[in-house]
């Protein structure tokens, strides 16, 4: 009897990870198209129930991205910026990992661990994230006054670039990655988990014209290149601030990539099920896909970004 099959547990398990591997692919026949976006049977029926069940309450926060974005930094800063940066406090982020932290409410069910607390129980103020387009999200979140969303996206050049290494790192093929053309092909054409990327962008950004004070649209590129600004806003728009800027810095590098990497909480094991936690801590830089595209390859991604953000007020 080979170990898969000797215990139900371990079963279990093993589907779970191939479950998830499955899904993290730029293959049609992997996803499956709901609601114009592509996902899993398994993330369907959660979003189904969550829409059916989920009951906001007021001072809700949900940060909301695409795949590859910076999700994992947003998470760590809003852990931080809500405890309040109080030193006496522990570090939250040396315990767990970011994303046990903010669990993203449609993958409850990948978790690794059980989380300190079910999505019902969390002491509010509520943080919550999520993958999914603003078009399925749960109505109470989207109409209740009390509960804001905070949106992070970034270049899709650099966000498919680190997509193709997350997908290639859990599926172990660093050595020999699948090929980049077809990741830029299923990419184009809005084939990859939660896709199309311009979208899920462009549905939060009008969103969030419409009602500025319930959500907050950040850019990587901006929190990489002025932090500081970024994270103020980010402190102001949850209702809270920086005592003086050393407490900013804290915070800061509490949040650095080199730090979050290197803690011994993201070293090993895996948050989701077949994926590895430190598979959220790459390079963290802007234009990696430099190293990556060919000319080719950056033309088309340019058309189809001026061509998809035409007239939007939205640069990437
Ligand atoms: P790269 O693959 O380009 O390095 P997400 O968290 O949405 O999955 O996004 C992952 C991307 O954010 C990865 O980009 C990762 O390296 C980067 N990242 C993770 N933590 C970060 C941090 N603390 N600061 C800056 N970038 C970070």
């Not at 080979?2 to 998830?20: A, C, F, G, T, W």
């Not at 969390?122 to 749960?138: A, D, E, G, K, W």
């Not at 299923?186 to 199309?196: A, D, K």
Request: charged residues 25%.
């Amino acid at each position: 009897m080979s170990d898969k099959e000797s215990s139900p547990i371990i079963n279990n398990l093993v589907e779970m990870d191939e479950e998830v591997l499955k899904i993290l692919s730029w293959n049609k026949s992997d996803l499956y198209q709901w609601e114009g976006f592509w996902c899993s049977p398994s993330i369907m029926k959660e979003t189904m129930d969550l829409k059916a069940t989920f009951k906001s309450v007021p001072n809700d926060v949900l940060l909301a991205s695409s795949m590859k974005t910076g999700s994992t930094w947003l998470k760590a800063i809003c852990v931080c910026i809500m405890q309040g940066n109080k030193e006496e406090e522990e570090d939250l982020l040396v315990k767990d990992n970011p994303h046990f932290h903010v669990p993203t409410i449609e993958a409850m069910k990948y978790y690794t661990k059980a989380l300190a607390h079910d999505l019902y129980t969390i002491p509010s103020p509520r943080l919550f994230h999520t993958h999914l387009p603003y078009r399925v999200l749960p109505d109470s979140f989207k109409n209740s006054d009390n509960c804001k969303i905070i949106y992070i996206t970034r270049n899709p050049k650099d966000t498919l670039i680190s997509m193709w290494h997350f997908i290639n790192y859990s599926h172990k093929r660093l050595e020999n990655p699948s090929p980049l053309e077809e990741a830029v092909e299923s990419f184009c054409n809005g084939v990859h988990l939660y896709g199309p990327f311009f979208e899920h962008v462009l549905e939060y950004w009008e969103e969030r014209k419409k009602m500025p004070q319930k959500i907050l649209f950040l850019k990587y590129e901006n929190l990489k290149m002025d932090p500081k600004k970024e994270l103020k806003k980010i402190a102001l728009f949850l209702g809270k601030s920086f005592r003086n800027e050393e407490d900013l810095e804290i915070v800061l590098n509490k949040c650095s990539l080199e730090r979050l990497k290197n803690l011994e909480v993201n070293k090993s094991g895996s948050l989701f099920h077949g994926v590895p936690s430190n598979s959220y801590f790459r390079k963290g830089i802007i234009g990696d896909w430099k190293n990556h595209m060919t000319p080719k390859m950056e033309e088309r991604l340019d058309k189809l970004t001026s061509l998809k953000l035409q007239g939007s007020g939205l640069q990437l």
